[in-house]
Nanobody, 125 residues
């Protein structure tokens, strides 16, 4: 069992930066691929970024490539999402996710094993 708790969301202006954190409980954090998803009002939840268990490989949605960076610290059981050059269309609830398939980087909603409760990110224009 893995419990995920996100933090770092908030209200920012377009062009600003924000860093999300996701703290995981349990001793098996390094056994999971980790990722971030987001869900805007009236839209489906979508993949944002994923990182392999080792941190050596990452994958991003085209909409955030070059602006967002996912990283992890297995010693701290934490995964991060650094978001730069934020746009109003990045406004959403951001969810942390854990996948038991540790080598995966492109996470799928259908294959995520654990979800966090979400943190709101609002970008004003």
């Amino acid at each position: 069992q893995v419990q995920l708790v996100e933090s770092g969301g908030g209200l920012v202006q377009a062009g600003d930066s924000l860093r999300l954190s996701c703290a995981a409980s349990g001793r098996t954090f390094s056994s999971h691929a980790m990722g971030w998803f987001r869900q805007a009002p009236g839209k489906e939840r979508e993949f944002v970024a994923g990182i392999r268990w080792s941190g050596g490989s990452t994958y991003y949605a085209d909409s955030v490539k070059g602006r967002f960076t996912i990283s992890r610290d297995n010693a701290k059981n934490t995964v991060y999402l650094q978001m730069n050059s934020l746009k109003p269309e990045d406004t959403a609830v951001y969810y942390c996710a854990a996948d038991n398939t540790r080598w995966r980087t492109s996470l799928s909603i259908l294959e995520v094993d654990y979800w966090g409760q979400g943190t709101q990110v609002t970008v004003s224009s």
